[in-house]
């Protein structure tokens, strides 16, 4: 059974930064992409980052560039998420998944459609 665990949610003054951990188990996570996407009250959820299996691409949303790094490490099955001059229109439920299909290339990291299993979610607030 697949299982993604994340944390490092909180809250953070605008301008300040957060490190989101997901913890990935029940797949081997090297194979496969992963994502980072959020949900704020009222709006969909939208994408924010993606890396590849291998670490070799990643894709960031545009009101993200500059501000995220998202990033992997294999060998302990979790995925990152560096965000830092964090905006109080951040403030939304940041959810990873992995994607369902293995040593995928190309651009699909920005699809919701090709994930299938997601966390449960952490909470980011940014205070202004």
């Known amino acids: 059974q697949v299982q993604l665990v994340e944390s490092g949610g909180g809250l953070v003054q605008a301008g300040g930064s957060l490190r989101l951990s997901c913890a990935a188990s029940g797949r081997t996570f090297k194979n496969y992409g992963m994502g980072w996407f959020r949900e704020a009250p009222g709006k969909e959820r939208e994408f924010v980052a993606g890396?590849?299996?291998?670490?070799?691409?990643?894709d960031y949303a545009d009101s993200m560039k500059g501000r995220v790094t998202i990033s992997r490490d294999n060998a302990k099955n979790t995925v990152y998420l560096q965000m830092n001059s964090l905006e109080p229109e951040d403030a939304a439920i940041y959810y990873c998944?992995?994607?369902?299909?293995?040593?995928?290339?190309?651009?699909?990291?920005?699809?919701?459609?090709?994930?299938?299993?997601w966390g449960q979610g952490t909470q980011v607030t940014v205070s202004s």
């Open positions: 890396i590849n299996w291998n670490g070799d691409r990643a």
């Open positions: 998944a992995v994607h369902g299909t293995p040593y995928l290339s190309g651009n699909y990291l920005n699809n919701p459609n090709g994930y299938d299993y």
